[in-house]
């Protein structure tokens, strides 16, 4: 197993290598990218290393090649289904964001309660009641969940969820969500954060 | 200066107890506190001692008071203003959304450099072209920012912010952003944190 900071820094290297790709960056030196990863160059090396040689000494790491392999490295190289729940004014952002495709994830199931958008279509994905939750996420086999309901309906949407069999939910309800020890959740709180920046000031 | 660390808690305590209040809670113990927060009570009493006494032994902490406080000593107890930069997917869902506002935000300014949308409202605030970005900024006074533009225009929107003196900014384009010491950033990018959570399935 991995260490989980090393694998931490290896999210970060690849959102850079990302950027630099859509650059045109072909090759990128160990001191470069620790540069814009706020990391230090030998710990690139030695994290880089730690997965074969990839680079040459004086050329650098090629681009390209280094996305290939972290993403095998951190189980991206294959497209993942996810549900969202709520489809709002987050819901239908995520929906419409070509982004999420191009970095493996697809969100194949979307799910609300009122009656006026179930049925709809939003991006391609029809809107399905979310009485159907249970049986289409099983169905499906979808294990990635996103939450974009308000606050007082999120913690009853989470538990239904986690006994669909979801592991994994990205949350954007501000409350804290009691989930059993094998589901993961991360909940994105915009005011929070917004709210840590300006404590600073 | 109180510690980053129990700083860091104080927000997560606040979020709890706004929550704990939507729901009608009164009082809460610092047993209560510290399980749905993840801190172990005897930390809660610490870092709630260190600001004067609210608990009553026995009766627990006063809910809203507790939350009075915290704002107060998190600078939170007054409207902070802010600008959007790209009123697109994101930037529509964070104006279309109530609950800045009662977290103590206002998104007072919104710029987009689409010529479609410049003029027109949306939830109340006209959206201004992306070239007054610099005159309005200092008009208003504004110290923080919110980027939800594309990746591609990203870097040369945030140095245009702080030039225009913005302090504080969240992003939600995930690229690096090379700011100057003096201007504190958050990324928010979502594509990573989707992949951090399915990493552990
Ligand atoms: N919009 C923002 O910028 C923003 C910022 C911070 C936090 N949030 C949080 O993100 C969440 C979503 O916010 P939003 O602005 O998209 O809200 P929204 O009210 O626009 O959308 C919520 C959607 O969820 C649906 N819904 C309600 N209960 C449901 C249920 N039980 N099952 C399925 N669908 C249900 C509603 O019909 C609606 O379509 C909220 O918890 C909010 O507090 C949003
Ligand atoms: N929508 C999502 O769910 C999502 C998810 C992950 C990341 N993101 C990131 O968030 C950012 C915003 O995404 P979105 O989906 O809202 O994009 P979008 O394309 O819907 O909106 C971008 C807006 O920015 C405007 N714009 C472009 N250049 C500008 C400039 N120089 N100055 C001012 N306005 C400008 C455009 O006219 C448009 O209105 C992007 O960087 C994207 O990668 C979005």
Redesign the interface.
Known sequence: RIADQT??RL?VY???L??LA?EGVETVSSEALGD??EVKPSVVRKDLSYFGGFGKRGVGYDVEGLIKEIRSI???DSV?K?ALVGVG??G???L??P??KT???ELALAFDKDPDKVGRKADGVVIEDVTDLEQRISDEGI??A?IAVP??EAPKVAQRLADAGI????SFA???LNMPEDV?I?C??????????????
Do not use: H, Q, W
């Open positions: 694998i931490g999210f690849l959102r850079v990302l950027c859509e814009a990863c951190l189980n991206l993942m996810a004014n987050i239908r952002a995520m419409a964001y982004g999420f970095e493996g994830f294990k990635l996103i606050v007082s592991k994994a939910i990205l501000p409350c804290p993961k991360t994105v709180d915009l005011a929070t954060e917004m709210a840590r920046l300006v404590y600073y000031l």
